[in-house]
């Protein structure tokens, strides 16, 4: 009786062991069918902000210190003016090894703004404090916005299942 007992015992507990190894594919991110620059534009679209441009693609490794070699594609939009801090980007990392040092550049990228403003204009210095990092798979966002959680909202959708 009680080898059947630890028997039972066994099974349950060797059942247990599988199921908390078992891989949950339900937390991989969906690919989005829109290329970063048209995420970018519907998030403009769906959420008012100033007025943005495109960064130049000669001036990507100098503002985010990265080569953008790194990246598949990209969308990049900083203020048109320098009185504003509002910037978006969505950088499409080409090898998931990169993604950690892309997070790290764009941290730095935010610093460099937070130190920019720090005593220049104390609204848009709060702005830049608050920015948004935020990554699914090989995708990178990252945004200086008022409204910034509006923003990452709409991102997010890109990537539920259709």
């Known amino acids: 009786m009680k080898k059947l007992q630890l028997l039972f015992i066994a099974t349950i507990i ?3 062991l599988m199921a908390g190894c078992s891989k949950d594919d339900t ?4 690919e989005p069918k829109l290329t970063p620059n048209e995420m970018v534009e519907e998030m403009l679209e769906k ?3 100033p007025a943005l441009m495109e960064l130049p693609a ?3 490794k100098d503002i985010y210190n990265i080569d953008p070699e790194k990246f598949e594609e ?3 939009r900083i203020p048109m003016m320098n009185v504003k801090t509002n910037e978006i980007a969505i950088l499409k990392v080409k090898n998931t090894e990169d993604i950690s040092e892309v997070e790290e550049a764009v941290k730095q990228r935010a610093e460099m703004v937070k130190k920019q403003f ?3 204009l104390p ?10 990092l935020v990554t699914k798979g090989n995708y990178v966002l990252f945004v200086i916005s008022e409204e910034a959680d ?11 299942q259709q």
């Open 14 to 16: 060797g059942g247990l």
């Open 118 to 120: 720090e005593t220049y």
């Open 47 to 49: 959420v008012e902000q």
């Open 123 to 132: 609204d848009q210095f709060e702005n830049a404090k608050n920015y948004k």
């Open 27 to 30: 937390t991989a991110p969906v």
């Open 58 to 60: 000669e001036q990507v």
């Open 150 to 160: 509006e923003l990452v909202k709409v991102y997010d959708s890109f990537f539920k």
């Open 74 to 76: 990209y969308a990049i």
